[in-house]
């Protein structure tokens, strides 16, 4: 099945994001170069800084001032669910402009980390232009 849609994602020249496993995710790579899929384009929700696929990381995860400092590509995002027996297992989508501003606020990420991680990864990932004013 994972097979399939990484064609069809090379097929329609579109990003694919999974939801796989913990882990890098090492084997995605040659399925995505198999298809004709660039592995950046393969974006690995909830991943560790150690995936070769494009890293979506959970806001708030430690390390991500080092990671922004190193000039590594990657997006945040939140792992939203609305299950009221679950309160706080995740973290809203709100989160993630919140915790990038405070961050900084706190001078631990510059803007330029902010666009590269809001903005330009984001461009690359998904083939989408982001124009701000």
């Known amino acids: 099945m994972l097979a399939h849609a990484i064609s069809l994602a090379a097929e329609c020249s ?41 890293p979506s990381f959970i806001a708030k995860i430690e390390g991500i001032p080092e990671m922004a400092r190193q000039g590594r590509r990657f997006t945040l995002e939140s ?28 001078g631990l990420i510059t803007q330029d980390d902010c666009f590269r991680i809001h903005a330009d990864t984001v461009q690359r990932a998904y083939g989408v232009e982001i124009h701000l004013p």
């Open 14 to 54: 579109c990003a694919l994001q999974i939801h796989a496993e913990s882990g890098s995710c090492e084997d995605v790579v040659g399925m995505a170069r198999s298809a004709g899929l660039p592995p950046e384009r393969v974006v690995k929700h909830y991943a560790t800084p150690d995936t070769p696929l494009h």
């Open 79 to 106: 792992d939203y669910m609305d299950e009221n027996s679950r309160p706080g297992a995740v973290i809203g989508p709100k989160s993630v402009p919140r915790y990038t501003k405070k961050l900084l606020e706190d």
